[in-house]
């Protein structure tokens, strides 16, 4: 079976997956690059599913169908890994042998490895890269040809190619002068013809696809005027611009140069959204920045929206019974259950965000977010963390 790419229509479909009560089996595993590292993954995986192994023992907690599914799952997932491993960063696979579902996934971002058994799939880390990736329309184009490409998570596929009528040459000289100006009259109404129809047709691919933002190529006064065509609507997703010869670029190029405009066009993004959020936080108004707090606010449910530096890790604590996150402490101040450590308490805020149908925002490039590690915008004030209620 091969490798999926992420898209909507298979999150949709793994979202809607109904078990009938049998356990599912949900594995993350980071994909390096390196040759070596690549063949230790069989080991890491085995690892991982020691405690599905474990629970395939267990009479009590499952019956026999259940355990002979996930008993096959963990099969499955170790000969498919053992077999072919996807490009890096990451691969997902999804499991419930009984009830004949089993999927994999390439993921376009890294991920902490880990196996999940649960009545449901664990969908959490696929949902949050699914937000966390534009869905561009790369248009490139020249007064007579334009192309209309597909970017997403590292896939670039082509949606459409326009030709307009031969243009003759803007420096065509006739009669004194007056054939040379009907002629690039001519040629002028010829371009502006097809810079409308690429617009149009651009409407369509955007509703039908459903694109988020823009990314325009060509020459610069080629895509300038073009830009002039385009709806208030399409104006405004215009993410960014860039130089490219459309009779001498071949797709390879073509996605690196895209690529690198999107790349800006998110870097850009990233500082902005630091900026306002570190901001928000430093009047009080609405947002919260540092680990701390924002564990807290976490920890109640306050979060609309968590800011995240890429590079940072945390160690701390989860509470197994309340969900309560923090630093440190052997003992939940909220419940008195035992916590549990974790390797990166970070994670786990970004999962119970997500959880609570809130938005994860990872930032990689450098930030001020790098000294506090995370920042958010808030839904509600939380109240007094319990050290300070006391």
Not at 106 to 134: C, E, I, T
Not at 145 to 151: D, M, V, Y
Not at 183 to 202: D, G, K, S, W, Y
């Given at each position: 079976m091969k490798v999926t790419t992420l898209e909507p229509h298979t999150v949709e479909k793994l979202v809607a997956f109904d078990s009938g009560g049998l356990p599912t089996l949900s594995l993350y595993v980071a994909v390096p690059t390196d040759p070596n590292e690549r063949q230790r993954v069989a080991s890491r995986v085995n690892s991982l599913l020691s405690e599905a192994r474990q629970l395939v023992k267990d009479h009590e907690r499952l019956d026999h169908e259940q355990r002979l599914s996930l008993?096959?799952?963990?099969?499955?997932?170790?000969?498919?890994?053992?077999?072919?491993?996807?490009?890096?960063?990451?691969?997902?696979?999804?499991?419930?042998?009984?009830?004949?579902?089993?999927?994999?996934?390439?993921?376009?971002?890294?991920?902490?490895?880990?196996?999940?058994?649960?009545?449901?799939?664990?969908?959490?880390?696929?949902?949050?890269?699914?937000?966390?990736?534009?869905?561009?329309?790369?248009?490139?184009?020249?007064?007579?040809?334009?192309?209309?490409?597909?970017?997403?998570?590292?896939?670039?596929?082509?949606?459409?190619?326009?030709?307009?009528?031969?243009?003759?040459?803007?420096?065509?000289?006739?009669?004194?002068?007056?054939?040379?100006?009907?002629?690039?009259?001519?040629?002028?109404?010829?371009?502006?013809?097809?810079?409308?129809?690429?617009?149009?047709?651009?409407?369509?691919v955007v509703r039908l696809r459903d694109i988020e933002l823009l990314l325009v190529g060509g020459q610069e006064h080629e895509v300038r005027q073009f830009v002039r065509f385009l709806s208030p609507r399409l104006r405004a997703r215009v993410a960014a611009t860039f130089a490219v010869d459309l009779d001498n670029v071949d797709p390879r190029k073509l996605q690196q140069a895209a690529e690198e405009a999107a790349r800006r066009y998110e870097e850009r993004e990233e500082r902005e959204l630091v900026e306002r959020v570190l901001a928000e936080a430093a009047r009080g108004n609405g947002a919260v920045a540092g680990l701390d707090a924002c564990l807290w606010a976490g920890s109640v449910g306050a979060i609309g929206l968590l800011v995240v530096d890429g590079s940072g890790s945390a160690a701390g604590v989860r509470c197994p019974s309340c969900g309560w996150l923090g630093r440190a402490g052997e003992r939940c101040p909220l419940c008195d259950t035992a916590t549990v450590a974790v390797p990166d308490v970070l994670d786990d805020l970004a999962e119970e965000v997500i959880a609570q149908q809130g938005t994860v925002e990872h930032i990689e490039v450098e930030t001020p977010l790098r000294e506090q590690l995370v920042a958010a915008e808030l839904r509600f004030p939380p109240p007094p963390p319990p050290a300070a209620a006391e």
């Open positions: 008993r096959d799952d963990i099969a499955r997932i170790e000969e498919a890994v053992a077999r072919e491993l996807p490009e890096p960063p990451a691969l997902a696979i999804f499991a419930c042998s009984g009830a004949g579902l089993f999927e994999r996934v390439r993921l376009p971002g890294r991920v902490r490895d880990r196996a999940v058994v649960d009545k449901s799939l664990w969908l959490r880390p696929l949902l949050a890269q699914l937000d966390a990736f534009h869905r561009y329309c790369v248009v490139v184009l020249d007064r007579r040809r334009a192309e209309l490409w597909e970017l997403f998570a590292g896939e670039f596929k082509p949606t459409a190619e326009l030709d307009a009528e031969h243009l003759r040459k803007r420096d065509f000289a006739g009669w004194y002068g007056l054939e040379e100006h009907r002629v690039r009259n001519r040629a002028e109404q010829l371009a502006h013809r097809h810079f409308r129809a690429v617009a149009e047709e651009l409407e369509q």
